[in-house]
């Protein structure tokens, strides 16, 4: 397992399949709420407190979940929110449910007129632009979406939008690099609106590639 510090009160872990295996568990296991998700979960968070000094002090525990590719799960959790065992239990069977839908649909998406499908866009923020351009230099153009940047004057961090649209790049595979310099946030059509209504555009179209022209 691999963690890394995002603030001083939460931390994301990356388990892989293999990991999973070795406690006998697998992503599909969390379909199903049982006494070994919760056992296991808690073993994470424990090691947390080894690997990273991750503090406990037995309030209500937040955890966000990612379901990435090739079976590798992320765990982002951290004790200031209300989110419990339970909820995350509830969340991770519907990100496993959403990375299976989405790509048991894609040879079906390429199929249908444009009209008929609903392209998924991902909504990201990132602490500081030092934080995205580390990602930026390390993300191959092969693997760069279509994205838009965006920031609040308010805050110090910007908040990147993703989606696939024409450059054939597998999300999921974007997504299990980006989280390691950014927060997934939300694919709520709602939030994604707002971003784009009241942030101030920072680069419209094709951010990712606009900046890879600022590291030459």
Known sequence: MKFKRISADTVRCFISSEELAANGLTVSDFMNSDGRCEEFIRKVVTLAQEEVDFKVYGGPMSIQVAALSEGTVALTFSEHQDMGIAEFLEALRNAVEK???ETAALPVLQEKPAEESKETSYLF?????????????????????ECSLY????????????SAGESGVRMADFITGAIEYMTALSEDDIRLSYVKEHMKPVIKNDAL????????
Request: include cysteine; aromatic fraction near 10%.
């Open 151 to 162: 920031k609040n004057p308010h805050e110090r961090g910007y908040y990147l939008i993703a």
């Open 209 to 216: 590639r606009e900046l890879t022209e600022l590291l030459r």
């Open 99 to 101: 990375i299976r839908t």
């Open 125 to 145: 923020y990132v602490e500081s632009m030092d934080d995205l351009m580390a990602f930026v230099e390390r993300l191959p153009k092969s693997c760069m979406p």
